[in-house]
């Protein structure tokens, strides 16, 4: 669940989800005219939910582009009509299986094109589309592809950025948002049960796809933390879970592994608080409603992928002039130290999550406050 590379997977829920077999498509199944490509990491495709809501409330539903890791996450959402999966590192990878996607979706003789993803691939699939508009960034590297060119923001939330594709006219920003299934929660309620955690539980993600973006305390931070602590993360997250699940004597369990990610995203909904790196649990908590402490090491809340809701809290390393040192966070420390998540203190997410747990009862006892 960490990123990109998260291989969880839902089923089609009954949604039309297609894959790059091209022998399998029910042509008169898709009436959308407006296709979105977004093949980015997984956080960047639920930050993507408000614009595809947009794009439905004027054309209707649209087609979605995107990673099989990710395909799961759109395949109930009301602004989605159905979802294409390119496995643009596995069965589709390489320039034949670009081609076969390509094909795929000029079959279906989308009008327009929205392109999030400022990829070559994204905009070569734009273009063997053969739709007449191609709306992209402006600056990307395959710009002069599109027919129109929209100059991206350079501050604000990646949601209003995306929304920029949009228009002006896109004055009211939806919520970032998931559809879960029945099936997702009742998988999270029987996991829950289960292992014996009943009531509001604190969620931790302590994974990430960036070395120097995983803060390295959670197993202590577990033993401060009142009730059940629950981690939740990807099949690729299992090791580091199970390594802070023994180094608190079973303190905590781990989901890590157990559940796909819409159901994932169904037991963080349960969850008083989720306590994350800078990660894709953190925009599932943000699309789901549950409060967030999100800590930031080499990347700042400033790059745009901060939390967006109300009485979170984000903490980050204030005297670092090393900080931020890359876009994505590098894997290891280049300057050796790792200060900017060291120096993170137990104390200070210990009392930011007492913080947003108690603000949360509060408002669930006086709705109004
Ligand atoms: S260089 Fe600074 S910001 Fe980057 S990982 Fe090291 S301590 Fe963190």
Redesign the pocket.
């Known amino acids: 669940m960490s990123g990109e590379g998260d291989q969880l997977d839902g089923g089609t829920n009954g949604r039309t989800v297609v894959d790059t077999d091209t022998s399998r498509l029910p042509l008169t199944a898709y009436p959308s005219r407006v296709l979105v490509i977004q093949t980015a990491f997984l956080g960047d495709v639920v930050l993507t939910t408000p614009l595809l809501t947009v794009l439905a409330e004027r054309h209707g539903p649209v087609d979605v582009v995107t990673t099989p890791a990710a395909a799961c996450l759109l395949e109930n959402h009301p602004a989605v009509a159905g979802v294409v999966r390119y496995d643009k590192h596995g069965s589709a990878r390489g320039w034949r299986g670009l081609r076969q996607v390509g094909s795929l979706l000029r079959a279906r003789r989308y009008r327009s094109v929205y392109l999030p993803h400022r990829s070559l691939r994204s905009a070569v699939l734009a273009l063997w589309s053969g739709a007449h508009e191609r709306i992209g960034f402006a600056g990307s590297g395959a710009a002069l592809t599109y027919t129109r060119r929209v100059a991206r923001p350079r501050g604000g939330h990646e949601v209003e950025r995306l929304l920029a594709l949009a228009g002006s006219s896109a004055v009211a920003v939806p919520p970032v948002s998931l559809t879960l299934s029945p099936g997702d929660h009742a998988a999270a309620e029987a996991w829950l049960s289960a292992h014996g955690v009943a009531g509001r539980f604190t969620a931790m993600a302590p994974g990430s796809v960036w070395g120097?973006k995983r803060w390295p305390y959670y197993s202590e931070l577990a033993s401060r933390v009142d009730g059940a602590v629950v981690i939740v993360g990807g099949p690729e997250d299992v090791p580091l879970a199970r390594a802070i699940v023994q180094a608190t004597d079973g303190r905590l369990v781990s989901a890590a592994g157990a559940l796909s990610l819409p159901e994932s995203a169904a037991l963080i909904q349960r969850a008083r608080v989720l306590v994350t790196n800078d990660s894709a649990p953190l925009h599932l908590a943000t699309a789901v409603g549950t409060p967030v402490v999100a800590l930031f090491?080499?990347t700042v809340p400033e790059f745009g992928f901060g939390p967006r809701r109300s009485g979170d809290i984000t903490l980050g390393?204030r005297q670092?002039s090393?900080?931020?040192?890359?876009r994505h966070?590098?894997e290891?420390?280049?300057?050796?130290?790792?200060?900017?998540?060291r120096e993170l203190s137990i104390d200070v997410v210990a009392q930011a999550i007492a913080t947003v747990a108690s603000a949360e009862e509060t408002r669930a006892i006086c709705p109004r406050s």
């Open positions: 120097t090491g080499p390393h670092l090393c900080r931020p040192c890359s966070g590098p290891v420390c280049p300057l050796g130290h790792h200060r900017c998540m």
